[in-house]
C-alpha cells in the first residue's frame, strides 16, 4: 500500500519559511509524481504545485509562484515543499499525493504524464501551516 506522510508543519510569522516533507513509500518506482495541495478552512482544496515522475518538471499555482519550490530527494524517497515569504493568506492544511494504480497489491505510479495534468488519487493525512504574527 502506498503511504505518503507529511511533516513540518507548524506556526510561522508573515514574511517566514517553512519547508514540508512528503516522505513517500509501498511506490513501484522512483519517479512517482507528487502534487501539493491545501485547505484553507471554509474554502476547498487547492492544487500549490506539482512535480511529475519522469522528467522532474514543476509546476505551480499563481499564487505561490516565485514563493514556493519544490524538490525531490530519491535517496530519502521524500518531496518537498519550501516555502518562502509565507502570508497569512498562505495559512491551510497542506497534504500532498501522488498519482497511479494498483495491480493486485502493487501501486503503479503515473510516471509519464506532465503533473499539471494528473489526477491524484493517494493522500497524506495533511500537516497545519497558520501564518500568523
Known amino acids: 500500500q502506498v503511504q505518503l506522510v507529511e511533516s513540518g508543519g507548524g506556526l510561522v510569522q508573515p514574511g517566514g519559511s517553512l519547508r514540508l516533507s512528503c516522505a513517500a513509500s509501498g511506490i513501484t518506482s522512483d519517479y512517482y509524481p507528487i502534487g501539493w495541495f491545501r485547505q484553507a478552512p471554509g474554502k476547498e482544496r487547492e492544487g500549490v504545485g506539482c512535480?511529475?515522475?519522469?522528467?522532474?518538471?514543476?509546476y505551480y499555482a499563481d499564487s505561490v509562484k516565485g514563493r514556493f519550490t519544490i524538490s525531490r530527494d530519491m535517496a530519502k524517497n521524500t518531496v518537498y515543499l519550501q516555502m518562502n515569504n509565507l502570508k497569512p493568506e498562505d495559512t491551510a492544511v497542506y497534504s500532498c499525493a501522488s498519482s497511479g494504480y494498483y495491480s493486485g497489491s502493487h501501486y503503479y505510479p503515473h510516471v509519464s504524464t506532465k503533473c499539471e495534468k494528473l489526477n491524484f488519487n493517494s493522500w497524506g493525512q495533511g500537516t497545519q501551516v497558520t501564518v500568523s504574527s
Open positions: 512535480i511529475s515522475g519522469s522528467d522532474g518538471s514543476k
